[in-house]
């Protein structure tokens, strides 16, 4: 290899690990597929587990939006409730 092509070596793996930091953050909005200058066998690696790593963390938070809802209706519930027997 000659110095140059080394060098864009260089800079294509730094592309590439810059990638995998980007992918480990959950930072990917249009993730580099297969072929692409900034994709490799580890970021892809990495993209797969922080998606895994996203589901569970996206459940807990669509729980939580529930539970506090329930939580809402029920203090809607009880001013109805204090209203009613204000008025009585």
Request: with cysteine.
């Amino acid at each position: 290899m000659t110095k140059k092509e080394l060098g864009e070596q260089v800079e294509q793996l730094q592309v590439q690990l810059a990638g995998c930091l980007v992918a480990a953050q959950g930072h990917t909005k249009n993730p580099a597929k297969e072929g692409d200058y900034g994709w490799s066998p580890a970021y892809q690696d990495v993209l797969e587990l922080r998606i895994k790593f996203d589901s569970p963390q996206e459940e807990l938070k669509l729980e939580k939006r529930a539970d506090n809802t329930d939580k809402a209706r029920s203090l809607i519930d009880v001013i109805h409730n204090m209203k009613k027997a204000l008025k009585r």
